[in-house]
């Protein structure tokens, strides 16, 4: 099963139901934004593990993921790149969205003009 994070679950840190209505809103505004997901793909809540401390306690987390089946799909990096935008549509303010959007822009026509290739 391969799985690529798309962003992090919204916490509240007062009501655990509240994160959970707060991630699956995120989820149901990405699947809105980018349509059906291919065949054998789809945006869920998945755990991080990271460790801390001395001892290597780990701890999981939620975050926002695509996950898919490698024996029904390739890697789809394509709907991963639509996901991604439309979690940071969610997640930032507009303008910041646009500011970004724009960065990237130029960012990538300048990578094609000094592309060698």
């Known amino acids: ?64 993921s695509v996950v898919w089946n490698d024996f029904v799909c390739d890697y789809p990096g394509e709907y991963i790149e639509k996901c991604i935008e439309a979690f940071e549509r969610f997640d930032n303010p507009e303008e910041i969205h646009q500011y970004w959007q724009r960065f990237f822009d130029i960012y990538m026509k300048k990578e094609k003009l000094t592309d060698p290739g």
């Open 1 to 64: 099963m391969g799985r690529e994070f798309i962003g992090d679950c919204p916490e509240s840190a007062e009501d655990p139901e509240l994160d959970d209505y707060g991630a699956s809103l995120t989820i149901k505004y990405i699947k809105q934004a980018c349509g059906e997901p291919p065949l054998g793909v789809d945006v869920q809540v998945t755990f991080e593990g990271s460790e801390v401390g001395n001892e290597g306690d780990e701890v999981s987390y939620p975050v926002i």
